[in-house]
């Protein structure tokens, strides 16, 4: 953004002065932009998967992919709120989401139930490697905020990933 002599941003606000050069800040945000991609791709997916999961598992499977897509939909305000405190606009049409995710979209037509959770447990390794790759960034800025988000956000994935593997050991 322009600035002027100042140093404040044409628009009158003082420019950004957290202890975090702005290539710093660039490049962290950027690889925020793409876990929001990741975390609101995942969260579609599993909010398809709630809708049309069938069979046997059908009680199970529904309820745990509720707690997991509401879950999902109350990461993401975070993760584009730090990506704001760092200067940065978060992305947030489908067309960026696209490009910046790392996951695919949900499949077209729904897979079997087990296939679901297959698809969701890649899909929570995916973000916690997007979230992971991001740390030494955040580490060698100082940027201890992105560092706590990235940790909570890594259990998350992590733990999720567990518990819907463990439903497909016989």
Request: aromatic content about 8%.
């Amino acid at each position: 953004m322009p600035k002027n002599k100042s140093g404040a941003n044409k628009s009158g606000a003082p420019a950004i002065n957290i202890g975090i050069g702005s290539k710093d800040r660039a490049e962290i945000a950027g690889g925020l932009s793409k876990l929001l991609a990741d975390t609101y791709t995942l969260y579609l997916t599993t909010h398809n998967f709630h809708w049309n999961v069938t069979g046997p598992m059908f009680n199970t499977l529904h309820d745990m992919f509720m707690e997991q897509y509401t879950e999902l939909w109350n990461a993401v305000d975070p993760i584009a709120e730090r990506i704001r405190s760092l200067g940065h606009y978060a992305p947030g049409s489908y067309a960026d989401f696209g490009r910046l995710a790392t996951i695919a979209d949900a499949p077209t037509e729904p897979p079997k139930a087990l296939d679901m959770v297959r698809v969701l447990v890649e899909g929570h390794e995916a973000v916690a490697r997007t979230a992971r790759e991001i740390f030494p960034l955040a580490d060698e800025a100082g940027d201890e905020p992105t560092a706590d988000l990235l940790t909570q956000r890594l259990t998350v994935h992590e733990q999720t990933a567990w518990m819907l593997r463990s439903l497909l050991e016989e």
